[in-house]
């Protein structure tokens, strides 16, 4: 076969690059939505008061370590509606994406009720007691939308476990457009609204996902669509269907749990390094994000495949995607990481022009050097997402789990020692992250070639009754 031949042949057989791609390059839009609703939020806030814009960082992160637990839940839905939709049992998929939407409903009244608990964690963290307060406000608020989030993610994974990516693609973009301008009025007290500063900023963002709940329910509670998967008749909790969910979902919950947490902490670790070294991590993990975030759109499609063709007892086609979405993440991470190393300054204009050249100086040849660490893991951290989106489609979530459990504390306890003892800086906190990367990207390559997946599967044998 030709060279032309094999490409064609890549491209269109079953789970081929252009089958990836149509289900993947809606999600990758709705993923960088999602990084471009934080952004603007980020720059009003900046515009209306520099302190408020540093205290929706924490208060942000913090925000969704809480709730990283029960959103994880929530998104597995895709794994089991995957999985049902490809062994042809659609009116099973109903009764699971209301179990995921039932740990939203239970959470509306439980985390706003964190909010005391949050505001004296955030104050003993926090020297400051005017951004404490601030941090305070914003979480409080985002309490609020939390239950959104959590209803919205089952809710999006109806769609995604079918390959239905474009209505999380338009649903997504339209919350983030409406984001955008209610933050704007609320900020700044615009077309009648009172001026909030970051609690307006919140109270955006609030809105925005009870909004995206009732677009996804409005789609949903079609006729013909709630006949066809039971959305319907399927409301009731189910205790047994919930604790399947939650046997394979809880894990990786708490894996996102795990990494948020060691990923503030690390953070952490550098600040004791001081403002410039702090500020350029903060700046190249931010560029980072330009080659991570769409790689977490393929990732999910990744995840829908896999279950799909598992669902259908063809693994051999699940293989085949995940090696499919491999080539296209090597070949775009690649080239990020080449930008990264060639044309750093690409990146960092637009930080530039609202810098003063006396302070953005030392901070540009700081993250330069740091890019190169960027672009050093890039390939691996390819492998990590493809193959961990692969396997949790299959449901293989303790072995993620552990592997979390053990790999995450590791960067930690050696940038600590590295630092405590030999008087090394910011350089060897990136060495320690890069092998961290490398490492988990070989990890998950290993456990996928090892096949235990292809056996695998999340939803029960038989129907249950």
């Known amino acids: 076969m030709t060279r032309s031949g094999r490409l064609h042949d890549w491209w269109a057989r079953p789970c081929g690059g252009r089958e990836v791609l149509q289900v993947s390059l809606p999600l990758v839009v709705s993923t960088i939505s999602t990084t471009v609703m934080i952004f603007i939020d980020r720059m009003f806030l900046l515009w209306y008061a520099p302190q408020a814009m540093a205290a929706a960082m924490p208060a942000g992160m913090f925000h969704f370590t809480v709730l990283s637990l029960p959103l994880g839940v929530a998104l597995y839905v895709n794994t089991f509606v995957a999985q049902y939709v490809g062994a042809g049992r659609p009116r099973r998929v109903g009764p699971v994406v209301w179990q995921g939407i039932w740990l939203g409903v239970v959470a509306m009244p439980l985390l706003p009720a964190t909010a005391p608990w949050a505001r004296l964690a955030l104050a003993w963290a926090n020297q400051d007691p005017a951004l404490a307060r601030l941090e305070a406000t914003f979480y409080q608020v985002l309490t609020f939308g939390a239950g959104a989030m959590i209803i919205a993610a089952a809710q999006a994974s109806f769609f995604t476990g079918r390959e239905q990516t474009r209505v999380v693609m338009f649903v997504d973009t339209g919350a983030t457009l409406l984001n955008a301008a209610l933050a704007y009025v609320w900020i700044f007290g615009r077309l009648g609204f009172p001026a909030g500063g970051i609690a307006g900023a919140a109270w955006a963002t609030t809105t925005a996902e009870w909004v995206r709940v009732l677009a996804y329910g409005s789609i949903m509670l079609r ?146 050097v740091l890019l190169r660490f960027v672009a050093a893991y890039c390939l691996f951290d390819a492998l990590n997402v493809v193959f961990v989106s692969a396997i949790r489609g299959a449901g293989d979530m303790r072995f993620i789990l552990w592997t979390t459990l053990v790999m995450s504390p590791l960067p930690l306890l050696a940038a600590w020692w590295g630092m405590a003892r030999l008087g090394w800086g910011l350089l060897w906190c990136w060495v320690v992250l890069t092998a961290w990367v490398c490492s988990l990207g070989l990890i998950y390559l290993a456990r996928f070639l090892q096949g235990r997946w292809r056996q695998m599967r999340v939803i029960e044998p038989e129907p249950a009754l």
């Open 223 to 368: 006729p013909a669509t709630r006949r066809t998967y039971q959305l319907g008749m399927g409301w009731r909790p189910n205790a047994r269907l919930m604790g399947r969910l939650w046997r394979y979902g809880g894990p990786g919950g708490l894996q996102t749990f795990m990494e948020v947490a060691a990923f503030t902490l690390f953070l952490m670790l550098v600040g004791h390094l001081g403002e410039v070294p702090l500020a350029a991590t903060t700046l190249a993990f931010t560029i980072n994000n330009l080659a991570w975030v769409p790689m977490w759109g393929l990732g999910t499609a990744v995840t829908a495949i896999v279950g799909q063709e598992l669902g259908r007892n063809r693994p051999e086609l699940a293989a085949r995607a995940t090696w499919t979405a491999l080539a296209i993440a090597l070949a775009y991470m690649g080239t990020m990481a080449l930008l990264y190393v060639a044309v750093p300054d690409c990146f960092l204009t637009g930080y530039a022009a609202g810098t003063p050249a006396a302070v953005f100086g030392p901070l540009r040849e700081v993250t330069v």
